[in-house]
T-cell receptor, first 110, second 116 residues
Framework: TQLLEQSPQFLSIQEGENLTVYCNSS?????LQWYRQEPGEGPVLLVT?????EVKKLKRLTFQFGDARKDSSLHITAAQPGDTGLYLC??????????FGTGTRLQVFP | GAGVSQSPSNKVTEKGKDVELRCDPI?????LYWYRQRLGQGLEFLIY????????KSGLPSDRFSAERTGESVSTLTIQRTQQEDSAVYLC??????????????FGSGTRLTVV
């Protein structure tokens, strides 16, 4: 069974701080996606990374796919209260479905 | 429709009763997925439909769980003889194309099921 472990599980920070969330697996994925989920809603896709070593930026968010395509990281610069939510990584396995990570719950205080 | 629609949004049922959850995917999306999310946790894969191919049922936790999809439209997830451990949010997602997972999912808002 493929597992995606995220760390930290919980993160509580002040507005303006930087943070990094990690997503790790022993399995290789053909692509990896990051989602953000707010209470009462379904997850919303933030980014897809495909190539080992790939880095993508989305405003203050930077996503990196590991060289071996087994891990990924999400870095947020100058966090804002609007960044609060549950961050989920998801890897595409050799069938056409996503395996989701354990999730990182981020709380940003004003 | 413009998004993935799920109904009901909330369902409270008594232990032992059957429940049926509905998902309307985005028009034209051939791939449809059901996931379960326990409180504060990640998503657990249940079942996947792609066009007219046989569904991937590898995530269904027991034979009390089943799902159907009519062509490339509506899907229903049925849980028979519900148990308290079935309490969770059931999320439906759809995606376009043969390898829909590569394009990312569009999720509905989920059905929150509470078994009392």
């Amino acid at each position: 069974t493929q597992l995606l472990e995220q760390s930290p599980q919980f993160l509580s920070i002040q507005e303006g701080e930087n943070l990094t969330v990690y997503c790790n697996s022993s399995s290789v994925f053909s692509s990896l996606q990051w989602y953000r989920q707010e209470p009462g809603e379904g997850p919303v896709l933030l980014v897809t990374v495909v190539t080992g070593g790939e880095v993508k930026k989305l405003k203050r968010l930077t996503f990196q796919f590991g060289d071996a395509r087994k891990d990924s990281s999400l870095h947020i610069t100058a966090a804002q209260p609007g960044d609060t939510g549950l961050y989920l990584c998801a890897g595409k396995d050799n069938t056409d479905k996503l395996i989701f990570g354990t999730g990182t719950r981020l709380q940003v205080f004003p | 429709g413009a998004g993935v629609s799920q109904s009901p949004s909330n369902k409270v049922t008594e232990k032992g009763k059957d429940v049926e959850l509905r998902c309307d995917p985005i028009s034209g999306h051939t791939a449809l997925y059901w996931y379960r999310q326990r409180l504060g946790q990640g998503l657990e894969f249940l079942i996947y439909f792609q066009g007219n191919s046989a569904p991937d049922k590898s995530g269904l936790p027991s034979d009390r769980f089943s799902a159907e999809r009519t062509g490339e439209s509506v899907s229903t997830l049925t849980i028979q003889r519900t148990q308290q451990e079935d309490s969770a949010v059931y999320l439906c997602a759809s995606s376009r194309g043969r390898w829909g997972a590569s394009y990312g999912y569009t999720f509905g808002s989920g059905t929150r099921l509470t078994v009392v």
